[in-house]
């Protein structure tokens, strides 16, 4: 790298007017080589032992203003580096430093990436170096197999198996023995994996199955987002205060901390799992930094390589530029449905797409280097293209590959790993695609609530902020508060009703009231408000609260069905029916939620376009019942057992995270036990 560096600092030289190797007088080829080789080396010294202290002072600051740091440190890096340089000939302006300092590592970047690709033995040498330095701290892990829980947030089953057909992915097509050979057009190998869908809760977003997930309980989380009553609070999943406090509610509830109790990383994660090691993970981050709060831990162990930083700086501006073309092509093709990706979402899309990424899949492969038993990490950029470009949209099938890139990375580490890994892939979520209710009617969710309450219309409907992952991870590295707008943290217990929107699933609260409000209660308040919301053609069904039947659905044309008649019906089960199988226990497990709101909407679907009307400024939605939302994948290795029976389903978040819980005991590893086994020792 060296010699590289030298080489790209003389054709700097070369080209910059600002950037002098040579006196004034002019010097010799050989002296002016010298004076760049000298400066490259000691610019890398510098690099290397003076930028991980800068950066481990930095992580005071925000982390996404850390990357936008990294030129203007590399730069002055090689201020220094020029002014010891013993030759005293060399010569550069400030403003021209900061351009050399970051070519000269993107250029070393890039060539140490190429021959590690094409050089067998130099990549196994570098990740053994690696592996040998963060063992040095940490005991000898066991001899029994690790697993690696790799989270693609937001691709469903349908899209994934879209993907290796289209040979978008071929790492996962290879492990599912679906690449083929050309010639034979026959599978080059048998499989390694087999995938399985999944179908989740009513509540179709990530808060919901990822807390089941790691924590095996979402009880009481309806949504995305809701309005407690007794606390006069919205909690928001993405919210670090709400995930903290749902994080606390569930271990109470399972009495266990989690997945990753024991020996266990949590990388990018709503929630820990229990993990000791955690990083960028959203439920700590509002603690002060301790030793029990690492949650930014995972931005220096990566930015301390100043070729990372500038590798990932670099990527990052091209994907602000890459979403910056999509969509004004997208706006001049006039392409239906679209929303606005305008502000900051650009920054917000490359912060997931490249920087979190970067982050976490770094942070993964320093645990397999130093044999973690457990390690759960969630990639959120797919679900973040999703939402705005669509969730089958060529922005999103770039995404994809990446994805598959990074997991190709992860197996190739995994082979350099002191134990044995199973490499698990599921998704927490799908999307469905369609347009919003507020584009194909022109007013929002809450403007048909005000009607129906007979409450004035704003002329202008208010637009519904977008409340995916990536947006609070952006807030949490920023250290702002995740607050959106239209949305009050602590509303004013009032008369007028709060609405809101996760994905197509909406909530009405009446805040003055401080119990679920009944049927009755509803229609003699408001008269006509259920009949507005049920008769209109983009809402699928309600669910209310009702003195005589406990719970009913109703539906457009007075259809209402109670809960405990919907499987007990001759025909179709009412408004339910598109929906499919599973919708009436989900609606009816939610109905029993404490904090479930007086009115559940879910918005209109079309079964043969597999489209939902959201309610949030998206394009790709989830949160609620129908469509592709509902079914995410969970990809394992053969060598565990089956998830599930042959004829039977996997339903439900918790039921996935006993499916996780039993592949860690088959490793015959320390793990958290099962509650059966908990009764048992108390008997």
């Not at 790691?214 to 709400?242: I, Q």
């Not at 919301?533 to 983009?538: R, T």
């Not at 978040?653 to 036990?673: F, K, M, Y």
Request: hydrophobic share 40%.
């Amino acid at each position: 790298m060296w010699a590289v560096s030298t080489v790209t600092m003389l054709v700097l030289a070369g080209i910059l007017p600002d950037f002098q190797l040579q006196s004034p007088d002019g010097d010799s080829a050989t002296r002016i080589a010298m004076t760049a080789a000298l400066g490259a080396g000691a610019f890398g010294v510098l690099s290397a032992v003076v930028w991980p202290l800068l950066v481990r002072l930095l992580l005071l600051v925000p982390a996404l203003v850390l990357g936008l740091l990294v030129f203007f440190l590399n730069g002055s890096l090689l201020l220094v580096a020029l002014r010891i340089n013993p030759s005293g000939q060399s010569e550069v302006a400030p403003e021209t430093a900061v351009i050399v300092a970051a070519v000269m590592s993107a250029v070393a970047s890039a060539t140490g990436g190429a021959l590690a690709v094409r050089d067998d033995d130099a990549y196994r040498r570098r990740l053994s170096r690696l592996a040998i330095r963060r063992r040095r701290s940490r005991p000898p892990c066991a001899a029994t197999p690790g697993t690696v829980f790799l989270q693609f947030d937001g691709v469903g089953h349908d899209v994934l198996t879209a993907a290796v057909a289209k040979g978008l992915m071929p790492t996962v097509a290879g492990w599912l023995g679906a690449a083929e050979d050309r010639p034979t057009h026959r599978p080059t190998h048998q499989p390694s994996h087999r995938l399985t869908p999944w179908r989740t809760d009513w509540s179709s977003q990530t808060g919901a199955s990822q807390l089941g997930i790691l924590h095996g309980s979402n009880f009481d989380v309806p949504a995305f987002r809701w309005y407690e009553k007794e606390h006069r609070e919205v909690m928001v999943c993405n919210r670090p205060t709400s995930a903290a406090e749902l994080q606390h509610r569930a271990i109470e509830r399972t009495a266990d901390g989690g997945l990753l109790t024991l020996d266990g990383a949590s990388r990018g994660n709503l929630f820990s799992g229990g993990a000791d090691e955690q990083a960028l993970v959203l439920s700590i981050a509002t603690r002060r930094r301790g030793r029990e709060n690492r949650s930014r831990a995972g931005y220096f162990a990566y930015f301390s390589d100043p070729a990372n930083a500038v590798r990932t700086a670099l990527s990052f501006f091209a994907e602000v530029a890459r979403e910056i073309g999509q969509s004004t092509t997208a706006r001049l093709r006039r392409q239906r449905p679209r929303v606005r990706r305008g502000g900051l979402y650009p920054f917000v899309r490359a912060f997931a797409t490249v920087v979190e990424r970067d982050v976490v899949v770094a942070a993964v492969m320093g645990d397999l280097l130093v044999g973690r038993t457990a390690v759960y990490a969630d990639l959120v950029a797919y679900d973040e293209v999703a939402h705005h470009s669509g969730p089958h949209s060529r922005d999103a099938e770039k995404v994809l590959q990446r994805l598959d890139r990074a997991l190709a990375l992860i197996e190739k580490a995994a082979e350099h790993a002191p134990r044995q890994y199973r490499i698990v892939v599921l998704s927490d979520h799908g999307q469905s695609p369609g347009e919003t209710f507020h584009t194909r009617y022109g007013l929002t969710l809450g403007d048909l609530v005000r009607a129906g309450c007979g409450l004035p219309v704003p002329r202008r409907a208010e637009r519904t902020h977008s409340g995916t992952e990536a947006r609070a991870a952006v807030r949490a590295a920023l250290r702002r508060p995740v607050e959106e707008g239209g949305e009050k943290h602590r509303p004013t217990r009032d008369s007028e009703p709060i609405v809101l929107a996760s994905g197509n699933l909406g909530l009405v609260s009446f805040p003055d009231v401080p119990h679920r409000m009944t049927k009755e209660e509803l229609d003699a308040r408001h008269p006509a408000l259920l009949t507005t919301l049920a008769n209109h053609p983009g809402v699928g069904f309600l669910l209310v609260r009702s003195e005589e039947h406990g719970g009913v659905v109703l539906g457009a044309y007075g259809a209402e069905i109670p809960l405990d008649r919907l499987d007990r019906l001759d025909g179709p089960a009412g408004p339910l029916a598109v929906f499919g199988a599973g919708a009436a226990d989900a609606v009816r497990r939610t109905h029993s939620f404490p904090h479930t709101a007086d009115i559940m909407v879910n918005s209109w679907y079309d079964p043969e376009s597999g489209e939902v009307l959201a309610f949030e400024e998206q394009i790709g939605s989830h949160g609620g019942l129908g469509g592709a939302q509902g079914r995410p994948f969970l990809l394992s290795p053969v060598c565990v057992s089956e998830p599930v029976g042959e004829r039977e389903e996997l339903v439900g978040a918790e039921a996935v995270h006993q499916v996780l819980r039993r592949w860690l005991r088959e490793a015959d590893g320390p793990q958290v036990p099962l509650a059966e086994d908990r009764q048992e020792n108390a008997a």
